[in-house]
């Protein structure tokens, strides 16, 4: 099986899942077609395509070590 397809679903649709990235390659979730829309409506759209941090607006935290 392709890397993508190799685990069901955790929505419990009985379907395969499938990787998703965001528009920079970092791993957002696992989504079947049953519950892609649904899960991916939680992300803002903007991290959907390439962006850059000025395209969020979001201060990226400092570690606390």
């Given at each position: 099986?392709?890397?993508?397809?190799?685990?069901?679903?955790?929505?419990?649709?009985?379907?395969?899942?499938?990787?998703?990235?965001?528009g920079?390659?970092?791993?957002?979730?696992?989504?079947?077609?049953?519950?892609?829309?649904?899960?991916?409506?939680?992300?803002?759209?903007?991290?959907?395509?390439?962006?850059?941090?000025?395209d969020?607006?979001?201060?990226?935290?400092?570690d606390?070590?």
């Amino acid at each position: 099986m392709d890397e993508y397809f190799d685990r069901l679903c955790d929505c419990d649709s009985g379907l395969f899942s499938e990787i998703q990235y965001d528009g920079r390659g970092i791993y957002l979730t696992r989504t079947c077609r049953e519950c892609h829309k649904e899960k991916m409506s939680k992300y803002n759209p903007t991290i959907l395509e390439y962006y850059t941090q000025a395209d969020v607006d979001e201060p990226i935290e400092e570690d606390e070590w």
